[in-house]
């Protein structure tokens, strides 16, 4: 038996204001049907004692270690900019706010 009549989609595409011809009744009305078949489909298949999960496979995240490495200096992070002010690198105002 059929989980969605002809009836049923030409009511849904008059409230989504469709103009659907009698072939695509016909049509739609059958791959509604197929998609609710799968659907319950798959609630037959949810069980209580499963628990809900995201992925297929469970996830790890890898993280290395912190290391405390060397790094520049303000001087050597600096060396090579075009211009420099108060240990920053100067750029041009872009905002036109005063400063």
Known sequence: MSAITR????????????ALTDDELDHYAAQLDDILA??????????DDI?????????????RPDEVRPGLTPQQALDQAPAV???????????????
């Open 38 to 47: 799968a659907v319950a489909r798959v609630s037959e298949v949810a069980a």
């Open 7 to 18: 009836d049923e989609v030409a009511h849904l595409a008059r409230l989504s204001r469709l």
């Open 85 to 99: 002010e108060e240990d920053r690198f100067r750029v041009p105002r872009i905002l036109g706010e005063e400063a």
């Open 51 to 63: 628990p809900p999960s995201s992925h297929a496979l469970p996830l790890t995240n890898v993280y």
